[in-house]
């Protein structure tokens, strides 16, 4: 009988998204060298317990809530977006992480992809799933994205997603 003697998939300490974005667990946080090398210039701790970031010149941005399918994080999406879009005009990076990098993170890098770049909820998860294979949002955060894309969807007449060459959008053959 053949084992598969094949190591477990570790994912690496920085997963990178998209150009300027990572998503990463709290151990991505503490690896100051990563960081700098990354480009991050802001990191997203969608935790309540996590340390903060520990290179310097990285600015660290709270969102306090569990791992938990009853938590709130459709309040914080819109702030911690545009927090994340400001870094990136800026000509920073940012990693988006909490303790294992799997549900919280994963959803703040959807909504991101959603709000700046133009993407469906579909297709912006299959972005940070390619990048995180473990990532998985809970389903109280799934449902929250799916209200997120709702609300989206209803500014779309009022407000124009600008494509970036560096992030297409669904709609870039428009531009």
């Not at 150009?19 to 090398?37: H, Q």
């Not at 935790?47 to 969102?63: D, E, F, N, W, Y």
């Not at 209200?147 to 007449?157: G, H, I, K, R, T």
Request: net charge negative; proline share 9%; with cysteine.
């Amino acid at each position: 009988m053949e084992t598969d003697s094949s190591p477990p998939y570790v994912p690496p300490l920085l997963a990178r998204v998209a150009p300027a974005l990572f998503i990463g667990s709290a151990r991505a946080a503490s690896a100051s060298e990563e960081l700098v090398r990354a480009g991050v210039t802001l990191c997203i701790n969608v935790s309540r317990q996590q340390p903060g970031p520990r290179a310097p010149g990285v600015a660290a941005l709270r969102v306090p809530v569990f791992d938990d399918p009853a938590e709130d994080l459709l309040v914080h999406l819109e702030s911690t977006c545009a927090a994340m879009e400001d870094a990136v005009r800026a000509g920073g990076s940012c990693l988006v992480y909490c303790k294992n990098g799997r549900s919280r993170s994963a959803t703040v890098c959807t909504a991101y992809l959603m709000r700046y770049r133009g993407l469906s909820l579909e297709r912006a998860f299959e972005a940070v799933k390619r990048a995180r294979p473990v990532a998985e949002p809970n389903p109280g955060f799934w449902s929250q994205l799916q209200q997120y894309e709702d609300q989206l969807q209803s500014q779309v007449s009022a407000e124009t997603v600008i494509p970036s060459k560096d992030y297409p959008t669904e709609h870039a053959e428009c531009a």
